[in-house]
């Protein structure tokens, strides 16, 4: 059975940092566009960050872009969201997907596999 854990959620200050971590098991996907998506209270959920399989292409969202980074661990079945200059406006629940694409995207229905999801509560 194919689980995603999320991890590395928690409640921090404006300016703090966290780092979210997603963990893959029941399958490898060592081959596999990896992303991460949230969804802030009454709101749809929308993309954050991809990475492709060999870490060579990535894409942001402009609300995250040179704050937040994403990277993997292919050895682990791990995915890794780097979250900086936090703002109350990240506050949400943070979700890890995998996709078979062999491109990064931003398109929520693209991706197969999705975790639970870990809260990220920034306050001001």
């Known amino acids: 059975q194919v689980q995603l854990v999320e991890s590395g959620g928690g409640l921090v200050q404006a300016g703090d940092s966290l780092r979210l971590t997603c963990a893959a098991s029941?399958?490898?996907?060592?081959?596999?566009?990896k992303g991460w998506f949230r969804q802030a209270p009454g709101k749809e959920r929308e993309f954050v960050a991809a990475?492709?399989?060999?870490?060579?292409?990535?894409n942001y969202a402009d609300s995250v872009k040179g704050r937040f980074t994403i990277s993997r661990d292919n050895a682990k079945n791990t995915v890794y969201l780097q979250m900086n200059s936090l703002k109350p406006d990240d506050t949400a629940v943070y979700y890890c997907?995998?996709?078979?694409?062999?491109?990064?995207?931003?398109?929520?229905?693209?991706?197969?596999?999705w975790g639970q999801g870990t809260q990220v509560t920034v306050s001001s």
């Open positions: 029941g399958r490898t996907f060592s081959s596999y566009v």
């Open positions: 997907a995998v996709s078979s694409l062999e491109y990064v995207s931003a398109t929520r229905s693209l991706y197969d596999y």
């Open positions: 990475i492709s399989w060999n870490g060579g292409s990535t």
